[in-house]
């Protein structure tokens, strides 16, 4: 799989028109009153919550990372499961949510294990496919780290599966993206299951 070298670069285009008064235009197409007591501040309140929702477009990885990167020979692998994260699918705008395990084989250097949610959260909260979150944020990790290989596995429920649709309320769907190492060799993969207790979805 190629590399991606646009994903670090990725930004929200400013944005001059405010979202409110359009919420206000759907809730009426709705049927509802947007004057009613408890409708009327609600406009605001999805905009604010679509812009928190949507804030990785603004963020800067790189920034993100701020440095911290480190020299170490260690050439063992490194792992951070279990991040949850939330997003919402682009198709419907509905939720989706779960966690992901990330793990990589250092070449020469090493990352700060916070920094890897944070990644995680910069690609979850944009509207999104499942299958490209996780291609994302295997990608970035090998753009700033340089690593021998990466791997990701992500696993989450789907709202638009869960409350329209085929309303399947325990369906999950587990996506993975193996670079390097974690691609060519069964024994690194294997090794990266068996560290992140790897059962299929249970979450």
């Known amino acids: 799989m ?14 001059d028109r405010p979202i409110a008064p359009r919420v206000r235009e759907i ?10 007591e408890g409708l009327q501040r609600t406009p605001e309140r999805v905009e604010k919550a679509l812009q928190f929702l949507t804030s990785g477009y603004s963020v800067d990885i790189r920034k993100l990372v701020n ?4 020299e170490v ?3 063992e692998m490194v792992v951070v499961k279990d991040i949850e994260f939330f997003s919402l699918c682009e198709h419907h705008m509905l939720p989706f949510f779960g966690k992901m395990h990330v793990a990589y084989l ?38 700033i780290i340089d690593p021998v290989g990466v791997g990701v596995i992500c696993e989450a429920r789907h709202f638009c599966m869960m409350m329209r649709g085929v309303e399947k309320q325990h369906s999950g769907a587990m ?11 069964k024994k690194t993969r294997d090794e990266f299951l068996a560290l992140v207790n790897y059962r299929g979805s249970g979450f």
């Open 106 to 143: 250092p070449k020469s250097r090493v990352i700060g294990l916070s920094k890897i949610p944070r990644i995680v959260d910069a690609f979850a909260r944009r509207l999104q496919i499942q299958e490209r979150l996780t291609q994302e944020v295997a990608q970035t990790i090998e753009q």
């Open 175 to 185: 996506t993975s993206a193996m670079l390097g190492l974690f691609r060519t060799q």
């Open 73 to 75: 020979k260690y050439d």
């Open 27 to 36: 809730l009426e197409q709705l049927g509802e009153d947007p004057l009613r």
């Open 67 to 70: 440095g911290a990167l480190y």
């Open 2 to 15: 190629k590399s991606n070298k646009a994903v670090v670069k990725m930004m929200r285009p400013k944005q």
